[in-house]
DNA sequence: GTCTATAGAATGATAGAC
DNA sequence: GTCTATCATTCTATAGAC
């Protein structure tokens, strides 16, 4: 699952530099978005001359889609996982908690993806409708077996996605708010959300 | 509640410029971000001149603040409206039905915070972490005692108001990726994310 | 491969006529 | 209040020396 060809053949010294503008950039795009990400600011970061950072992506955009690239495989890859013949609740929490343990070890690519598609999936669209559509389409008929089944409450499968998604994510893309509201002197935060997720998706809010 | 003070008296012409680029400023600034918007889109969008534009707001900053202020008095209106003496679930499903109905209503809106959040929060930082820390506060303690009164799963208040915030949302911010993901002939998408919601708040996945 | 210098375009903001 | 013209800055991208 990629949205780029494979990597051409690449002295060391390349690929080193390539992985170090790559780094960089992610650390920035990620912060600012596409068009608040300035190449000053990645050749900065990562330690270089912004002639430099040009002379291996000929042009912004291209340092862009490298990044997205890179970081979708990655981030996609537990929605894979989910195993049609497990207990269908144990399967979607425990996606559900890779994916909160992935905001919280790798929250640029979060924010990264949530820029893009926030300011209208420029690049990665014709991913979405179609290399993902495809993954969550084969998911969703799963999901929609075990509720046939009688093994799952009666859900729109997508929509338990998209709650999995928005909720964990979100302790990613939404940092700033959350360090605002929860009391800074405790080291809860992600225990406590886990917890409160689990039982939220296990069985509700009711006592 | 609002992070600016009262406007000051105007003429009629110039409340209803001023209006008009606050709508225009809207659309542009939750499409793009602050950076990626640009005072002549602004104009056009509202179908002034760049320089008009800047008579009435010094500044591109002046009009990011003043779009800001006006949307967030109406964004958070909702929390405060969560009655400590009504249905615990009920009120908390309540809630999240005005969310939704909101992200649906009013998805620039959701989608000018979440450029602003992500971006850092850099200009309503302060907002969050007084005026609206407080109220958040205020509306924990009550799920709190709901929860010691045995009313409540034993969940952590402000995840719970997490997890209602992102999943109601989502539908606006992610709009690209559910667009994609979505069969485009079915016209049931926010009453079947109205379904799924209810049911897992309610009664969690377990069948 | 890396640097300095700079061209060329976009953008925020102002001046001044009407 | 609104417009045209323009300045000043920032930014992408390239040229050319080393």
Redesign the pocket.
């Given at each position: 699952m990629t949205i780029a060809s494979a990597p051409k053949k690449?002295?060391r010294?390349?690929a080193q530099?390539e992985a170090k503008i790559i780094r960089a950039a992610l650390d920035v795009f990620s912060t600012h978005g596409y068009r608040g990400?300035?190449?000053?600011q990645i050749a900065d970061t990562a330690g270089?001359?912004?002639?430099?950072v040009?002379?291996?992506f000929?042009?912004?955009?291209d340092i862009y889609g490298a990044v997205l690239a890179r970081t979708l495989d990655v981030w996609l890859d537990p929605l894979d996982e989910m195993n049609p013949d497990g207990n269908p609740i144990d399967e979607l929490w425990q996606y559900a908690q890779r994916k909160l343990q992935m905001s919280r070890e790798a929250p640029r690519a979060s924010r990264l993806f949530a820029n893009e598609i926030l300011q209208g999936a420029p690049v990665i669209r014709s991913f979405l409708h179609h290399e993902l559509k495809e993954l969550v389409h084969r998911k969703c008929q799963v999901m929609q077996g075990w509720i046939n089944d009688g093994k799952l409450a009666p859900v729109t499968p997508l929509h338990v996605l998209f709650l999995i998604w928005s909720a964990t994510q979100h302790y990613a893309d939404f940092d700033p708010q959350i360090q605002a509201l929860h009391d800074a002197d405790d080291n809860t935060l992600y225990h406590d959300a886990e917890r409160t997720l689990k039982t939220i998706l296990t069985r509700g809010l009711a006592p």
């Open positions: 690449r002295t010294i390349q530099n990400s300035t190449v000053d270089m001359s912004k002639a430099n040009l002379y291996y000929n042009k912004k955009q």
